[in-house]
């Protein structure tokens, strides 16, 4: 991923096309009703159910 600078959040526009950047590769890992994301292991120490929800929020 690129890293993003000043210039790219200087419009609505450019600032969508930033977020769609970051989010767009994450699609294959959303559940069927896209409320949460499955991206594997993580470090963090939640119920099995909590990880998908946090991990969704993580993006935002």
């Keep these: 991923m690129r890293r993003f600078t000043e210039k790219d959040f200087q419009t609505r526009e450019r600032a969508e096309k930033v977020l769609l ?3 767009n590769p994450l699609k294959p890992y959303y559940s069927e009703s896209c409320a949460r994301l499955y991206v594997g292991n993580t470090s963090t120490h939640y119920e099995n159910d909590t990880i998908p ?8």
Excluded: G, I, K, Y
């Excluded at 991990?55 to 935002?60: G, H, I």
């Design 53 to 60: 929800m946090e991990s969704f929020a993580r993006p935002l």
């Design 21 to 23: 950047d970051v989010l």
